[in-house]
């Protein structure tokens, strides 16, 4: 009894506003004051209104039956078939039909705690909040009056004619129309099907911005991106990413890496920065180019890949390397621009203008075509001082099952070639012809056949009595430690030489004696055309 006085004596009282009848039935409800007809009961603040009642007095309770109206000053109406509310913790319960009006939402329910005190409701059953711009349904939740929040940890979803949210864990402001995720989250667009994933971040629900930091995914009509933290506007059809960045191409069969990159929806394009790598994905063997940027552009029927600056590509048996590369993925031909080089196998591969085709269906390496100055070099096997070299005009190569199987060397052909026992594999002759064309079967990176056209000259010599000043054709450069020989090193710069190194001033003698050795023998080639025609 004390210990009732002493709560009491904290707690105002509640009191009785209106009722028709007013009774007591000590057998059926001790303690029970009974109100019957327009009852109304008022406790600081906050008015009670219903069909029928039992106040209890000395615990300062009240439980309402039929048409129960709960309002509190201007800020809150809710409306149930039934209600218990304890004055001392002023905390309400409402159960049948249960609804909540404020100037922001209205929510429905079965069963609601409205605790006064902390200003919240609390729905332990399925409950749903509709505002201006979204309906939201939960499997339970709590709404903070006075921040406008919404909270729920379970089966989440707010739609609206634009988009759908997902969440397991979800604030929702219905003041603002913001969504704050902290668990497994997805937006879907109905215009289009797009798709966020992400676990935890915000989506702005009146401008379709969306911000994510965890385990960030778009899903677009052929990409998908992944990255560790994704910026999205769906209406400008903009997102940018940041870290692990990681792009799918469904339709290319393509993913392309790095750890920023900007995506332009509207305009079927795209560029990825910072340690950017295209993966063109193959059946036995994937094909990675790497450069300071990758931009892509056009529909995905004809989608064009551009990769700019100290550009470097690795596949197992395809290497290269130049200053940008141009990819068609509709026509499967990609050129190579400024000094490009190939390695393929043991041959190293160079000319003006490097390209190479892929099949359209298989995505396997198709044809190659070397123009101008074509010039292909192979270390001999035994003697690194000697190399086998390949030169002329143009050469064609083409590919089987993505190894160089055929080259097809096109105008002023000439080849220098080391031939050895196949048994002990001493060398045993220095072959060097001159032809018009010259075509080279391989098998396992290895020439194992050799066809002349028109051919006007040539000789074999004894390895002893072979000129040592042709051991070389005029333009030889060896490249060998600029070819990527794993994966990770086409992300490794070449050394850069100081200009006035001795090393760079080596290395530029050896370029200008190349240059001039070229020109040179171009002239005399077409001096020899003039010749020929005036006879």
């Keep these: 009894m004390v210990t009732s006085l002493h709560i009491a004596s904290q707690n105002k009282k509640i009191k009785i506003l209106s009722s028709q009848i007013s009774t007591l039935d000590e057998k059926r409800w001790p303690g029970a004051t009974i109100l019957i007809g327009n009852v109304k009961v008022a406790h600081e603040g906050a008015t009670l209104d219903c069909k029928r009642a039992l106040l209890y007095r000395e615990e300062n309770i009240f439980k309402a039956i039929g048409e129960v109206v709960i309002e509190q000053g201007d800020s809150i109406i809710q409306y149930s078939d039934f209600a218990n509310y304890d004055a001392n913790t002023k905390i309400a319960k409402s159960w049948g039909n249960v609804e909540v009006n404020d100037k922001e939402m209205k929510l429905t329910t079965d069963t609601l705690y409205f605790d006064r005190t902390q200003q919240k409701l609390f729905y332990p059953t399925k409950g749903t909040i509709v505002d201006k711009k979204n309906t939201l349904k939960s499997k339970h939740g709590t709404y903070y009056l006075k921040d406008k929040k919404f909270t729920a940890k379970t089966q989440v979803n707010v739609i609206n004619p634009d988009n759908e949210l997902n969440s397991d864990h979800l604030d929702y402001y219905t003041n603002n129309n913001l969504a704050y995720v902290y668990g497994p989250s997805t937006i879907f ?5 797009t798709k966020v994933y992400a676990e935890r971040g915000f989506f702005d629900t009146n401008t379709d911005i969306s911000y994510f930091v965890k385990n960030a995914k778009l899903f677009l009509k052929d990409r998908t991106v992944a990255a560790d933290s994704l910026y999205y506007d769906k209406r400008k059809g903009f997102a940018s990413a940041n870290n692990k960045i990681k792009i799918i191409d469904t339709v290319q069969k393509m993913v392309i890496k790095g750890n920023y990159a900007e995506i332009f929806e509207l305009k079927d394009s795209m560029f990825i920065i910072k340690k ?5 994905i193959m059946e036995k063997d994937s094909l990675y180019m790497h450069g300071d940027t990758i931009l892509v552009t056009g529909k995905k029927e004809n989608r064009i890949v551009r990769t700019f600056h100290h550009v470097k590509i ?7 390397k130049c200053d940008s590369i141009h990819s068609n993925q509709a026509t499967g031909l990609t050129r190579m621009f400024r000094d490009p080089i190939l390695w393929s196998g043991k041959s ?6 490097i390209q190479f085709t892929t099949h359209k269906e298989t995505n396997e390496l198709d044809s190659l075509r070397v123009l101008q100055n074509a010039f292909v070099i192979e270390n001999d096997s035994i003697d690194p001082n000697n190399f086998n070299q390949i030169k002329g005009r143009d050469i064609f190569g083409k590919f089987k099952d993505n190894d160089l199987r055929v080259l097809l060397v096109k105008g002023n052909a000439e080849s220098l070639y080391y031939s050895r026992n196949e048994e002990t594999l001493e060398l045993e002759t220095i072959t060097k012809e001159i032809a018009s064309d010259i075509e080279f079967l391989l098998e396992n990176n290895a020439i194992v056949q050799t066809k002349y056209f028109k051919k006007s000259e040539g000789k074999t010599y004894p390895p002893s009595e072979f000129p040592t000043d042709l051991a070389k054709f005029d333009g030889f450069i060896w490249r060998e430690d600029e070819q990527p020989k ?3 090193d086409i992300f490794k710069r070449d050394k850069t030489i100081s200009d006035t190194s001795p090393e760079k001033v080596k290395v530029n003698k050896e370029v200008e004696k190349a240059k001039a050795q070229l020109l040179e023998e171009n002239n005399k080639r077409k001096l ?3 010749e020929e025609e005036e006879e």
Excluded: H, R
């Design 348 to 353: 190293q591969i160079t000319g003006d203008s």
């Design 189 to 193: 667009n109905f215009k289009d099907s």
């Design 528 to 530: 020899k055309q003039i």
């Design 276 to 280: 950017p790598v295209a993966i063109s």
């Design 314 to 320: 690795f596949k197992s048996n395809l290497q290269g």
């Design 486 to 488: 794993v994966m990770e």
